[in-house]
C-alpha cells in the first residue's frame, strides 16, 4: 500500500513538475523574443555582439528547462531539512539556550550574506568572458576570409 502510494505521488510530483517548467519554460521565451525582437537596433544590436546575444538566451532557456524544478525542489526540501530540527531543538530546550544562540545564527547569516555578495559578480564576469569568446568564434566561423600559404 505504501510503495503504491509514494509512486502515486512521485508520478503526481513529476507531472506537475513537468507541467511547471514546460509553462515557465515557453512564458519566458515568448517574453524574451517580444522584447529582442523589439529592441533598438542603433543602441542595443550594434553594441551587442551575436555571440552575446545568442549565448545568454541559449544559456538562461537551458537552465530553466533542465534545472529549475530541480533547483527549487532542493531548495525547499534543504530549508525544510534545516528549520524543521532546528524548530524542533528549540522547543525543546530551555529558552534561555535558544536567546544564546542567536549571535550564532546572525554570524552564520553574515557570512552567507557575504558569499552570496561575492560569488554572484564573480559568475556574471565568468558569463560575460564566455559570452565574449563565444562572440569571438561567431565572428571567425561567420568570416569568408580565407589564407593561403606560398
Same mark, same amino acid.
Given at each position: 500500500?505504501?510503495?503504491?502510494? !509514494?509512486?502515486?505521488?512521485? =508520478?503526481?510530483?513529476?507531472?506537475?513538475?513537468?507541467?511547471?517548467?514546460?509553462?515557465?519554460?515557453a512564458a519566458i521565451h515568448n517574453r524574451v523574443i517580444h522584447k529582442l525582437l523589439r529592441a533598438p537596433i542603433d543602441r542595443f544590436f550594434d %553594441?551587442?555582439?551575436?555571440? +552575446?546575444?545568442?549565448? +545568454?538566451?541559449?544559456?538562461?532557456?537551458?537552465?530553466?528547462?533542465? !534545472? *529549475?524544478?530541480? %533547483?527549487?525542489?532542493?531548495t525547499v526540501t534543504t530549508i525544510l531539512a534545516t528549520i524543521t530540527p532546528l524548530l524542533y531543538v528549540h522547543t525543546m530546550v530551555p529558552m *534561555?539556550?535558544?536567546?544564546?544562540?542567536?549571535?550564532?545564527? #546572525? =554570524?552564520?547569516?553574515?557570512?552567507?550574506?557575504? #558569499? +552570496?555578495?561575492?560569488?554572484?559578480?564573480?559568475? #556574471?564576469?565568468?558569463?560575460?568572458? %564566455?559570452?565574449?569568446?563565444?562572440?569571438?568564434?561567431?565572428?571567425?566561423?561567420? !568570416?569568408?576570409? !580565407? *589564407?593561403?600559404?606560398?
Amino acid at each position: 500500500f505504501w510503495l503504491l502510494l !509514494s509512486l502515486v505521488f512521485f =508520478v503526481f510530483g513529476w507531472h506537475q513538475g513537468q507541467t511547471f517548467t514546460m509553462r515557465l519554460s515557453a512564458a519566458i521565451h515568448n517574453r524574451v523574443i517580444h522584447k529582442l525582437l523589439r529592441a533598438p537596433i542603433d543602441r542595443f544590436f550594434d %553594441k551587442q555582439p551575436v555571440g +552575446r546575444i545568442m549565448s +545568454r538566451l541559449v544559456g538562461d532557456l537551458a537552465s530553466v528547462d533542465l !534545472s *529549475l524544478y530541480a %533547483k527549487t525542489l532542493q531548495t525547499v526540501t534543504t530549508i525544510l531539512a534545516t528549520i524543521t530540527p532546528l524548530l524542533y531543538v528549540h522547543t525543546m530546550v530551555p529558552m *534561555l539556550i535558544s536567546v544564546m544562540a542567536l549571535p550564532l545564527y #546572525y =554570524v552564520i547569516f553574515a557570512i552567507y550574506t557575504r #558569499y +552570496r555578495n561575492t560569488s554572484v559578480p564573480m559568475r #556574471y564576469c565568468f558569463a560575460s568572458t %564566455k559570452s565574449d569568446m563565444n562572440g569571438l568564434l561567431t565572428d571567425v566561423m561567420s !568570416s569568408t576570409a !580565407s *589564407l593561403t600559404v606560398g
